[in-house]
Structures are given as C-alpha cells and as structure tokens.
C-alpha cells in the first residue's frame, strides 16, 4: 500500500508566519506614528515661521514691530488682527489654529506681544495644557520658551523678546 502525500503547511509553519506579520505590522504602526508627530509638528513650526517673517517685514517697513502695548493678544479672542496692523498691509490673512480645544480664547491659542516701544516681540503656540510630547520632541529647541517652568507654549521672539 502507497500512502498519498498531503499538500500544505503545518500549524507550526502557519503560526511562525502569523507572528512575522505581527512583528512587522508592530513597526510599521510605531514608525507611523513618529512620522505624523513628526509632520504635525512641522506644519506648525513653518506656520509660526511664516508670521516671524510677516512681523519682520512689518518691522522694516515700520521702523517698529507691530504694537500691542506690552499686553498679550488672543488669535482666538481677536481673530486675524492678533498681530496689529499686518493684515490687509503685509499678508491677506494669518495662520489660524483649528485643532484641539476651542471652548477658551485664551488657549489652544497664537499669542503675540510686543513692549510698549516696539523694539521686541514674542510670538507663542500657547496650549491648554503642555505641549503634547511626540510633538515638543520634534520642536527645535531654539523655539522652546526659555521659561523652563512653561511646557504649554513655544515659539519666536526678537533677540531681546525672550523676557516679555
């Protein structure tokens, strides 16, 4: 009698194959998720460059930067004109914040300030709470708030905005 040879793939053989495709679907979602923080965080970073560039075109026009009489100003609470006097002049419109929270004005927010002579400014990312992790990690840390004690914000500043 001749035994007839079955075809196929042993349970052994079938679960060494599952557990490979398990082990490459796991890095490829972990390799993801760095790249969107990574992405996410770029954006906002060449969003708030965009407007550094605005207030400096303004300051060479001006002579000054854009005034806000050493007081903070609200994206959310005050809309386009947040930075004084660059809309319609300098730009058509400024970067708006659309994710996350929305119930404040006063955070989940763009801040700006200048001193009351308009010979320093800071502009900031405020958040409601800290900064979310994968994305502080991938801002450059030359535009961390130089605070140590404020992990809610980043942004840029003149040379001497870093104390406003």
Same mark, same amino acid.
């Given at each position: ?10 349970? !052994? ?6 557990? !490979? ?56 609470? !005050? ?6 006097? !660059? ?78």
């Amino acid at each position: 009698m001749t035994r007839m040879r079955q075809h196929g793939f042993t349970i !052994v053989e079938l679960l060494i194959v599952i557990v !490979v495709i398990g082990i490459l679907a796991a890095i490829t979602i972990v390799a993801f998720n760095g790249v969107q923080d990574r992405g996410k965080a770029a954006a906002k970073v060449s969003d708030i460059k965009a407007m550094q560039k605005i207030i400096e075109l303004y300051y060479a026009d001006k002579g000054t930067y854009p005034n806000t009489g050493n007081s903070w100003r609200f994206q959310r609470a !005050v809309g386009n004109d947040f930075i004084p006097g !660059v809309v319609p002049e300098f730009t058509s419109k400024l970067p708006e914040i659309t994710d996350g929270p929305t119930g404040s004005t006063s955070n989940n927010t763009y801040i700006y300030r200048s001193n009351t002579a308009g010979t320093e400014y800071k502009l900031m990312r405020l958040y409601q709470a800290s900064v979310p992790l994968g994305e502080y990690n991938n801002i450059p840390a030359s535009m961390r708030d130089q605070n140590a004690s404020l992990t809610d914000r980043w942004g840029v500043w003149s040379p001497g905005g870093t104390t406003i």
